[in-house]
């Protein structure tokens, strides 16, 4: 295969990624696909090697569990909205799988910044595999980012800051392309 080949490739799955909602509630992902899209996430960027990434997987029953410790900690956070409470209660259950990614700090304010760039980096690699394997995705940033009770159920370290909750599924329908803005590029020289 040609350089220019591998680049159409890997250029039509990143053209093809869509953020969707539109899945297929009654049909389960099978477990090692999911572990298969998951293991995707460590082959991102990660500066001085570090290895900042944590991952939950949550299915059936348990994605209700899910949202009501995100809307616990919302709750105990000081949140007093109960319509945005009782949102993050239920919307877990909008997939047949979520997944929870997050990091875990560096020792300076530079590392842990370097360490949620990995996390997000990892989070494309899982979203491009999703895509791959015909699934529809959708990264939602957390409620909360470091909810205790959300954290415990994760089975993350205390300190672990969420970056991405991904819901993934088999697609019910397709999504329509959004236009997307020209980028600038500046050459020099």
């Known amino acids: 295969m040609s350089a ?50 944590q991952v939950a997987v949550f299915s059936g029953d348990s994605r209700v569990d899910l949202g009501n410790a995100f809307g616990d900690d919302q709750a105990e956070s000081g949140e007093t909205d109960l319509v945005r409470i009782e949102k993050s209660r239920r919307k877990y259950t909008r997939s047949p799988v979520c997944i929870v990614v997050g990091f875990t ?12 760039d990995a996390a997000a980096a990892g989070v494309q690699n899982l979203l491009l595999g999703a895509t791959a394997a015909g699934l529809a995705n959708f990264w939602s940033t957390p409620p909360g980012r470091r909810g205790p009770r959300t954290l415990a159920l994760c089975g993350f370290p205390a300190d672990t800051e969420l970056v991405a909750v991904v819901y993934l599924g088999w697609p019910s329908s397709e999504v329509e392309v959004p236009e997307r803005p020209a980028l600038p590029i500046n050459h020099r020289g």
């Open 105 to 116: 700090p560096g020792e300076s304010a530079e590392r842990t910044g370097e360490n949620r």
């Open 4 to 53: 220019n080949e591998s680049l159409d490739g890997i250029e039509a799955l990143i053209r093809r990624r869509r953020t969707s909602l539109l899945i297929d509630l009654t049909r389960a992902v099978d477990r090692a696909l999911v572990d298969r899209l998951c293991a995707l996430i460590p082959w991102a960027p990660n500066h001085k090697r570090t290895w900042p990434w």
